[in-house]
């Protein structure tokens, strides 16, 4: 059980090390703290935190080795990540302030209103695209834990880092969401939304260009 505790302790400090590192994660869970308030921010960040289970599957089943060993797997599935967070990017490029408020032009009907599933799904989506997220599990699961643990530990690990993940993502939602900044925040809401759309659009960029 020892061993345990130190492969534990081992993939806890490697995944804070990679889930506290920018990238569209990050990038995605600011853009709704900033733009659409904590409720929704929390929300994306339990759907990051649910993806991380894809990944956790994937390496488990085996699934991931195939998708990690095959460049044509991981080109497709990078075009589909960049095309995904180049189109939420181009949403917040076209929003625009009327009246004092945003307006999403991309939206229709009621441009304020997203809606608590989309919101979710945002986190889910965006993580579950992310191919090197896929590869940093399987390179986990194949070189920190050993092939003799015994699968309900592994799967106890990934648990832990959905967990983890989501926690940590709750965390950044709330410091970005204190109330006294909130005021400033949403009086510049639209330059907010059009800045975060750049640094997605450049984040989809970023992985056309890695590949």
């Known amino acids: 059980m020892t061993a345990y505790w130190q492969e534990f302790l081992t993939i806890a400090v490697v995944h804070f090390l990679a889930v506290a590192s920018p990238g569209p994660d990050f990038a995605i869970v600011l853009k709704q703290s900033l733009t659409r308030g904590r409720q929704y921010a929390i929300l994306t960040s339990l759907g990051v935190g649910t993806g991380i289970g894809l990944h956790v599957a994937y390496s488990l089943l ?16 990078s075009l ?13 490029l076209r929003a625009k302030a009327e009246n004092g408020e945003l307006v999403q032009v991309s939206e229709q009907k009621n441009p304020q209103q997203q ?5 979710f799904s945002l986190g889910f989506i965006v993580n579950g695209l992310n191919v090197k997220a896929t590869m940093f599990f399987v390179a986990l699961f ?32 709330w410091l970005f969401t204190i109330e006294r900044y909130q005021q400033k925040l949403q009086n510049n809401r639209h330059i907010i939304e059009r800045v975060m759309g750049v640094v997605l659009i450049l984040l989809a960029a970023r992985i056309v260009w890695q590949l």
């Open 115 to 119: 809606s608590k599933f989309r919101a």
């Open 142 to 173: 194949s070189v920190v834990v050993s092939i003799d643990t015994p699968l309900w530990i592994k799967a106890s690990y990934g648990v832990y880092m959905m967990i983890a993940t989501a926690a940590w993502f709750c965390l950044v939602s």
């Open 80 to 92: 589909i990540a960049a095309a995904y967070l180049a189109y939420l990017g181009w949403g917040g």
């Open 62 to 77: 085996g699934i991931g080795i195939i998708i990690a060993s095959n460049p044509d797997y991981i080109r497709w599935l």
